[in-house]
């Protein structure tokens, strides 16, 4: 059982490479490509499937699943992206408050006199 595993992984770790020569690409690239064709060909094989009217009270719950689920991801991935904008343009406007603001404002230790 083992050795089938080994060569299994083996023929896909060739898989890649050919795959990563033909598209003149790097390995890790093409690794990437053939995940999402995977996956886009579980999502076409789902579809199909809720054609079949035996099979559409199987697959309904799984596609529901994921749709939940894609959409909690993009919730919660919206959220981290609204707050990477705002630190990033918050701190623009820092910045500029330091390029173009008095440095007593921002240095209160250089008004007091000895």
Known sequence: MEVTLLTIKSDCRELFVEVAERLR???????????ILYIAGGILALGILSLIPGVKLLVTPVITLLTKLVESFFVVFLGYFIWLIKAVFFSYIDIF??????????????????
Request: charged share 30%; proline share 3%; hydrophobic share 45%.
């Open 25 to 35: 690409m790097n390995t890790y690239v093409a690794l990437m490509l053939i995940i």
């Open 97 to 114: 408050k330091h390029l173009f603001g008095k440095r007593e404002k921002f240095l209160p230790t250089d008004n007091i006199k000895e």
